[in-house]
């Protein structure tokens, strides 16, 4: 108990010295020019300490080429502004002692190599704003050489589960690329999410309730996952090579080129990833009377052992039609091929622990995942600050095709042979999504800033899967499942800034349509289903400057979401995972429904704390049956669940070389609902804590320290075990395109998934997971081309809540 109120508390210890000092605050400001006089967006401004140069903090220009540091206290300063194309400008030493305005800054252009420009000041690991939390991967030198899924594993409140399901905060959420759903989850999601490299990721954009523009669904909010694109002229690009070894070895590597000359912007990412890893599960089972009494146990020992192929190509293009027009195409494609070896030994004991028979099994996966997308976008701004339009048109094919094979030969206990038995099966799926989608944009003279926008998106689904006992069909598992939907949405969205105060609301409509039909064989009839649902969901959000200097902000926001079930949840296929456990889905689930609340306060643009509360209606978590010593996982709607969390993000140097970035949360969930075994009532509450320690030990040199720890966790049926992990890295940067980093991943090997299954008829469970965790990773980037004066970006894109629901 004094671990987790230590780990809980940290935070607020640290700090509190800071705190305690009373001083006068003011707000510096000022606008960033390009040598045209033109306003420029995205510039990085870095405010220093005077005597040391030493990184205070940094903002980003707006679409004015404004920018403002609040609550600086009184002393003396200098700035540092950068942007890609643009040679540096400095701005020598000044005090500050009021609020204060500074002259406009010039940026003038420039056509020098990449290689010979230098940025020595860095972005913050996290950034706070309205509607949501910004995550700098590159800020955490532990995340070279790794890839999407091991950077979103280390962002503050983001819990990655061993079945590959992402919370934030306790909350499931759905995750998007550059503003486009995966359309992934479970398996899929993870091997997509591989695939990705750390070095092409800009931004996490984590948010718990996002605005009205975004679709909603995911509970828990949604984790947009925003990549480079370069924005310069001429060619440039990068490359990045990365080794890892842990007990065994694979590599992430990553090309970005970018091309741009006149009205033509081409540009494109190509990665290769060898996956080799492995999972070391033990599951123990205990049977008991009705009495109580202990009957037999199982106990099983699995060692799983994958080998992917990673082949990641995304290439677009951007024609400016004119200053105001842009026409773009981006096409992506996904190959994954891999294999999975599984040699499984299950003993079975007698109450007394005397071994009754034993089964062997050489269970084999041969899997390939194949997505392709093609995207065509437009946007059109009428005049400068004034309307815009934009439109998206997408199209996304996946394909998966799992062949398994589960070979099992059984024994008495004095090793003589009593039966064997060979399961083979196939499960090819294909998936296709369209979406058209259109915004619109209009600030108005008084302030108000309003924005609407339609979408359509159709979605259908083939899923296949055909058994086999040696040669004769298996009709109890063999199965073809059709499913049809779609979702039309509009929306509409305003936001004002009132003095100290600022406004946003919105009101999304969404009319659901969806069919599923499940065709019979040889044993099994027809089945089909058909849902009509339509649903509104407002969003809120207030702030408040309650000074005017902005030392102190308050918030608080509102949203009601929804979570659709993945479609292959759906699909009632039976699918063993061995001889003793199966995955079913379930075709009666139904949406849950999710209302969010969070109330938060900032001080000094450094410390926020957070309280939110959320309650869901027909919560869809996974539910364990068993039926004659056989385990069933099958998604189900919980009844109600509720989570309170009360979070803290600070960002503070306590001395001039070392600086540190602190979460950690606080979270309570309380699931209850009617259950097979009776009512399902569970509570628990999780205290996690993530830091980052990093050290300043000279010009070309970056050291830091990193980790997680969280606490004993219950949901649902599930109890699982505090589990952990320290990483360190280290960053020489050999030249300014070139940089070498060492990184070693879960140093003292403490990231170990262990757990129970409770609410299980007359049985107990429990099991422990390890895997290839304790890594050392050595990274090389290299940038190369010219840096001249960049381009417009197209964010928005149609495709924005279906491709979260892929599921294996």
Do not use: C
Not at 518 to 526: C, P, R, S, T, V
Not at 618 to 643: A, Q, W
Request: glycine share 8%.
């Amino acid at each position: 108990m004094k671990l987790r109120i230590a780990a809980f508390f940290a935070a607020w210890i640290s700090i509190a010295p800071i705190l305690a000092k009373a001083q006068s605050m003011y707000l510096l400001s000022g606008k960033v020019l390009s040598s045209e006089q033109k306003a420029l967006d995205g510039a990085t401004v870095y405010l220093l300490k005077a005597q040391d140069s030493t990184l205070i903090k940094s903002a980003l220009t707006d679409a004015s080429g404004n920018f403002a540091f609040a609550g600086q206290a009184a002393g003396s300063y200098r700035l540092s502004v950068t942007m890609l194309g643009y040679n540096t400008a400095k701005i020598a030493l000044f005090h500050l002692s009021a609020d204060m305005k500074l002259p406009d800054i010039i940026l003038s252009a420039t056509n020098k190599q990449l290689q010979e420009v230098t940025v020595t000041a860095a972005r913050p690991f996290v950034e706070q704003k309205i509607d949501r939390t910004v995550v700098n991967p590159e800020a955490l030198i532990s995340n070279a050489g790794s890839t999407a899924l091991d950077v979103l594993e280390k962002a503050p409140g983001v819990i990655v589960d061993q079945n590959g399901g992402i919370t934030l905060k306790g909350k499931g959420v759905v995750i998007f690329i550059d503003d486009k759903p995966t359309y992934l989850s479970g398996a899929d999601l993870q091997n997509y999410l591989r695939s990705l490299n750390s070095a092409g990721i800009d931004q996490l954009e984590l948010m718990t309730n996002p605005p009205a523009k975004y679709d909603a669904a995911g509970n828990g909010g949604v984790i947009n996952i925003r990549t480079k694109r370069n924005k310069a002229k001429g060619f440039n690009g990068g490359l990045n090579l990365a080794y890892i070894q842990g007990k065994l070895a694979k590599t992430n590597n990553s090309l970005n080129l970018n091309y741009r000359s006149g009205k033509l912007n081409l540009f494109g990412n190509f990665s290769y990833n060898y996956g080799n890893a492995f999972t070391d599960l033990t599951i123990n089972r205990h049977f008991f009377d009705a009495q109580g009494n202990l009957l037999s146990n199982f106990m099983q020992a699995s060692y799983i052992r994958n080998r992917s192929n990673n082949y990641l190509a995304k290439i677009g293009a951007d024609y400016y039609l004119s200053d105001k027009s842009t026409l773009g195409v981006n096409f992506t494609g996904l190959y994954n091929p891999a294999n999975r070896i599984t040699p499984v030994t299950s003993n079975f004991t007698n109450a007394t622990g005397v071994l009754d028979s034993t089964v062997l099994a050489d269970n084999g996966q041969h899997y390939l995942l194949r997505n392709g997308s093609a995207n065509i976008n437009y946007r059109h701004q009428f005049k400068k600050d004034g309307p815009q339009l934009s439109a998206d048109l997408d199209y996304l094919n996946y394909y998966t095709n799992d062949q398994q094979s589960f070979d099992n030969r059984s024994f008495f206990a004095d090793g003589t042979p009593k039966g064997s038995d060979l399961l083979t099966g196939s499960l090819p799926a294909h998936i296709d999504i369209y979406s058209a989608k259109a915004d619109y944009e209009h600030p108005l003279s008084s302030g108000i800033k309003l924005s609407a926008g339609l979408k359509s998106s159709y979605t259908k689904t083939d899923n296949v899967a055909d058994y086999f006992y040696t040669t004769s069909p298996d009709y109890g598992k063999t199965n073809h499942f059709l499913y049809k939907e779609n979702i039309n949405d509009a929306y509409l969205n305003a936001s004002r800034d009132i003095k100290r105060f600022s406004f946003q609301a919105g009101l999304r409509l969404e009319n659901t349509v969806s069919n599923g039909h499940q065709l019979g064989n040889a044993q099994k009839a027809d089945s089909s289903f058909r849902r009509n649902y339509t649903s509104l969901f407002p969003t809120f959000y207030m702030q408040y400057k309650a000074d005017t200097a902005g030392l102190n902000v308050f918030s608080i926001d509102y949203g009601r979401r929804i979570d659709r079930p993945y479609y292959q949840d759906l699909n009632p296929f039976l699918n063993p995972l061995d001889k003793f456990t199966y995955y079913t889905g379930n075709p009666f689930l139904r949406p849950s429904f999710t209302n969010n609340i969070e109330v938060s306060h900032t001080y000094h643009d450094r410390y926020t704390t957070t309280f939110s509360y959320s309650n869901t209606k027909d919560d869809v978590n996974e539910t364990i049956e068993i039926v004659n010593g056989i385990y069933y996982s099958r998604p189900g709607n919980i009844g109600k669940s509720t989570v309170m969390t009360l979070s803290f993000d600070a960002s503070f140097d306590p001395t001039k070389w070392l600086s540190i970035q602190l979460h950690t949360h606080a979270t309570q969930i309380h699931s209850v609902s009617d259950f097979y075994t009776g009512t399902l009532d569970t509570k628990g509450t999780l205290y996690f804590v993530r830091p980052v320690f990093s050290f300043k030990t000279g010009k070309d040199w970056t050291l830091q320290l990193d980790g997680g720890y969280q606490t004993k966790v219950t949901n649902a049926q599930f109890v699982v075990q505090a589990r952990g992990r320290v990483n360190g890295a280290v960053s020489k940067k050999l030249s300014p395109a070139t940089s070498l980093k060492l990184v070693l991943n879960d140093i003292f090997y403490t990231n170990i998934t262990h757990g129970e299954i409770n609410n299980l008829a007359n049985t107990t469970a429990n099991w422990v997971n390890r895997s290839d965790s304790r890594t050392a990773v050595l990274s090389l980037s290299y940038r190369f081309g010219k840096s001249i004066a960049g381009q417009r970006k197209h964010e928005a894109n149609g495709a924005e809540s279906e491709q979260n629901r892929v599921k294996k």
